[in-house]
């Protein structure tokens, strides 16, 4: 079992920053992928970034690739989402996700997720 408790949401100026933090417990974190997926209002949920294990590889949706970074630090258990110019329609629930094994973009393929993080983005 993997306990995921996010923490860094909050309300931001279109072109702000925010950075997002998601700490982890119980099984070995290291050999989980970690992923960040959005849920907008009125939307369904969607793919924002994942981390190998390792964090030697990372994935991006087109629609934050170039603003946003995922990192993680597996001495801390935890994952990270640096949000760089934000814009309003970056607005939603963020969720840290975890899956044993390798990357998938699939959130029917992530079985442990956090209670989520509310980003709002004002124009």
């Known amino acids: 079992q993997v306990q995921l408790v996010e923490a860094g949401g909050g309300l931001v100026q279109a072109g702000g920053s925010l950075r997002l933090s998601c700490a982890a417990s119980g099984r070995t974190f290291s050999s989980y992928t970690m992923a960040w997926f959005r849920q907008a209002p009125g939307k369904e949920r969607e793919f924002v970034a994942a981390s190998s294990w390792s964090g030697g590889r990372t994935y991006y949706a087109d629609s934050v690739k170039g603003r946003f970074t995922i990192s993680r630090d ?3 258990n935890t994952v990270y989402l640096q949000m760089n110019s934000l814009k309003p329609e970056d607005t939603a629930d963020y969720y840290c996700t975890a899956r044993y094994g390798y990357y998938s973009g699939k959130e029917t393929e992530y079985r442990y997720w956090g209670q989520g993080t ?5 124009s």
Do not use: P, R
């Not at 509310?118 to 004002?122: D, E, G, L, M, P």
């Open 118 to 122: 509310q980003v709002t983005v004002s």
């Open 74 to 76: 597996n001495a801390k």
